[in-house]
């Protein structure tokens, strides 16, 4: 069974430059979140979207956005990248009414 | 607002030795618990869940957690540790939307 896949693994971006990260659910998971976890700290809730639809929002700027496919796979884009954009990015993938996600490996960016 | 401590960043122990790590959260609503493992380069896992019913619940590879609700806290416990324990922990509630709040998480190490 596929789990959770998120792609790039790695990427290094330029401070201003965009970015997009994507993620793939687990086949029939309708529910898709993104986090970030910076070094030392526990990932922060950044979106969570259902049926393409934004269900949530976590405390991050407009620079980042999201969106979700008909398929459910889903975008992460972050603008205007700041330094303290580094961190590991995650994906999470759940099922409507089910309360446990299932998290991907995450994209690790670096801003320089 | 929702928020989850650890008490513990950084544990060293021996193995077959007992661990507990504490956890202290704060939301306005019902809550489930969660206790997620990352083990050296791999994703986050699923430990153990606390929805409803029975206050000590099970988890994989023989970790336990109480649910004590007039304390608002969920310690992890094992008896007896083993260095393939070794790895980061973290605490986390789930309030709206499957929205999850982790903590700042618990790097274990296990002596052999």
């Known amino acids: 069974d596929a789990g959770v896949t998120q792609s790039p693994t790695h990427l290094i971006k330029t401070r201003g430059q965009h970015v997009t990260l994507r993620c793939s659910p687990i086949?029939?998971?309708?529910?898709v979140s993104w986090y970030q976890q910076v070094l030392g700290q526990g990932p922060q809730f950044i979106f969570q979207?259902?049926?393409?639809?934004?269900?949530g929002r976590g405390n991050f700027p407009d620079r980042f956005s999201a969106r979700q496919f008909p398929n459910y796979s889903s975008e992460l884009n972050v603008n205007a990248l700041l330094l303290g954009d580094s961190a590991l990015y995650l994906c999470a993938s759940s099922l409507e009414g089910d309360t446990e996600a299932f998290f991907g490996q995450g994209t690790r960016l670096t801003v320089v | 607002a929702q928020s989850v401590s650890q008490h513990n960043h950084h544990v060293i122990l021996s193995e077959a030795a007992s661990l507990e790590l504490g956890c202290n959260y704060s939301y306005g609503g019902t809550v489930n618990l969660f206790w997620y493992v990352q083990y050296p380069g791999q994703h986050l896992q699923l430990l153990l869940k606390?929805?409803?019913?029975?206050?000590l619940v099970k988890g994989i590879k023989g970790f336990e957690a109480e649910f004590i609700k007039s304390k608002f806290s969920f310690n992890l416990r094992k008896p007896s540790v083993q260095w393939s324990d070794t790895a980061e922990y973290f605490c986390?509630?789930?309030?709206?939307?499957?929205?999850?709040?982790f903590g700042t998480g618990t790097s274990l190490t296990v002596i052999p």
């Open positions: 986390a509630v789930n309030g709206h939307g499957n929205q999850f709040y």
């Open positions: 606390y929805f409803s019913g029975d206050p």
């Open positions: 086949s029939g998971h309708k529910s």
């Open positions: 979207y259902y049926e393409k639809e934004e269900r």
